[in-house]
């Protein structure tokens, strides 16, 4: 019976895979839950091609992004691709630590009317290191209640960056991690060059107890599929002290 029920569910996750992307190879949409969307684009680093994760929410009124394609080709595509996917409007983006996988897109978005957001920890970063700036600026943790869809901002101390937040959606138990969190794949912590080794695994920490048993992880970049991604991100970040 279990058998039949794991291969029911493996079938049914293909499927999805198959059927829940669309578009061009540089922009890659899939499906996670209810509004939920996570969108991957691609970009160059170290002479390999990496990915980068994105999500967005349909709600009962309009669009929400968390963060902004990598690929500086892909801010107007992912907005067509949800307007003719969904026939609503994106009208708000949020950005969740400073780099350019986050961050590329804001003004671009700013410009064609969408709320566009980070924190003042992002900004100042962003602000001195040259990047793309949000319009409006977030001075605390922020709730956010979009349509039928509630959620949260969450610092939870350096890590990743220094102004790395996490979103938690407590209702769908939802974590959206940013680049804070790794995937099961991911053998280290990736690029630590602006990152706080020393604080990285107390920060993970508080990110597990701020969203306990959460449902679905979505790390930076890599697979999404895997809520062990943070108890991973959490194991290798602790062997940064050992
Ligand atoms: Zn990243």
């Known amino acids: ?68 394609p990598w690929d500086t080709t892909q801010f107007q595509p992912l907005l067509d691709s949800i307007k003719v996917k969904h026939k609503k409007t994106a009208t708000l983006c949020i950005a969740t630590d400073f780099h350019s996988d ?12 969408i709320k566009t957001f980070t924190t003042i920890r992002i900004d100042q970063t962003s602000i001195k290191r040259g990047m793309k700036r949000a319009e409006l600026i ?34 769908q138990k939802i974590l959206y991690g940013g680049c804070l969190i790794k995937s099961m794949q991911d053998q280290d912590l990736g690029y630590l060059g602006d990152a706080n080794v020393k604080k990285y695994a107390a920060t ?25 991604a943070l108890a991973h991100t959490l194991f290798m970040a602790q062997q940064l002290n050992k």
């Open 138 to 171: 977030m001075e605390n943790d922020t709730s956010f209640t979009v349509g039928q869809y509630s959620f949260q901002t969450y610092f939870p101390g350096e890590g990743h960056t220094a102004d790395n937040i996490i979103i938690w959606f407590g209702k």
């Open 204 to 228: 993970v920490e508080n990110v597990k107890k701020k969203c306990p048993a959460p449902k679905y992880v979505i790390p930076g970049h890599g697979d999404w599929s895997n809520v062990k």
């Open 1 to 68: 019976m279990m058998r039949t029920i794991i291969f029911a569910t493996t079938f049914l996750f293909c499927l999805s895979n198959v059927f829940g992307q669309t578009g061009n190879k540089k922009l890659k949409i899939s499906h996670l839950t209810g509004g939920f969307y996570i969108y991957t684009t691609y970009n160059t680093y170290k002479g390999e091609q990496v990915s980068a994760n994105g999500m967005y929410l349909v709600t009962s009124k309009q669009v929400v992004i968390f963060d902004t």
């Open 102 to 113: 986050r961050t590329a897109g804001l003004e671009y978005y700013k410009k064609k009317g």
